[in-house]
């Protein structure tokens, strides 16, 4: 069954306003983490903010939010005053409390972000 | 700074071959993870592994095997390689614990012709 789930394959962005991706995910576990990834054109894979579903507050990393809805089940990432380095594709991760120490990391499908000046 | 290093960015086999993808860490990492990445369907757990000679399966492991005889190398092989394992392969290890975000090497792109 799919765990993670983005719905947005593509999306643009003007250069400097904010921007919110989409993540919904599927668990029984109380206890989870979820994380954001992006993945620039060069392949690599580059961690960006993670939540706790025990965490009260959303969590916030420089110019990236979540906003965490957990009786909804989402986690969108929210970019703000967006970059043109900011293109790439982004996904969103869940591990789950079950996982104990196997520490194992489903991930969505992405969603390609495109930031045009 | 924390390292995951995949020996072959680019490897090029030809089906039925023996393949090894191998990957290192330097950060002492319990855990490490092999993934696959395709188009549209994100990345895919093929195996993981919590500690030395420990391994898991994950989503899709039917036709690769893992080894981790040491805690910073763990290893891919497509015992026979198929066309349609041709895919971008991501390792990545991390500590335990809930909070412990992945740490990824830069990839190999796989082509089994």
């Known amino acids: 069954a799919q765990k993670i789930t983005q719905t947005q394959p593509g999306m643009f962005v003007q250069e400097k306003e904010a921007v919110t991706l989409d993540c919904t995910y599927d668990t029984s576990d109380q206890s989870y983490g979820l994380f954001w990834y992006k993945q620039p054109s060069s392949g690599e894979m580059i961690f960006l903010i993670y939540q706790g579903s025990y965490d009260e507050q959303n969590a916030t990393e420089g110019r990236y939010s979540l906003n965490f809805q957990k009786a909804r089940k989402s986690a969108n990432l929210v970019i703000s005053a967006s970059q043109l380095g900011d293109s790439a594709m982004y996904f969103c991760a869940m591990r789950e409390g079950g996982s104990g120490n196997t520490g194992k990391l489903i991930f969505g499908q992405g969603t390609t972000l495109q930031v045009k000046p | 700074d924390v390292k995951v290093t995949q020996s072959s960015r680019y490897l090029v086999k030809r089906t039925g071959e023996k393949v090894f993808l191998e990957c290192v860490q330097d950060?002492?990492?319990?855990?490490m993870f092999w993934y696959r990445q395709d188009p549209g369907l994100g990345l895919r757990l093929i195996y993981f592994?919590?500690?030395?000679?420990?391994?898991e399966k994950g989503d899709i492991p039917e036709g690769y095997s893992v080894s981790r005889e040491k805690k910073e190398r763990f290893s891919l092989i497509l015992e026979s390689a198929s066309t349609n394992q041709t895919s971008m392969y991501l390792c990545?290890?991390?500590?335990?614990?809930?909070?412990?975000?992945?740490?990824f090497g830069n990839g190999t792109r796989l082509t089994v012709t």
């Open positions: 592994s919590y500690d030395v000679k420990m391994k």
């Open positions: 950060m002492d990492h319990e855990n």
């Open positions: 990545a290890s991390s500590f335990r614990g809930r909070q412990s975000p992945l740490h």
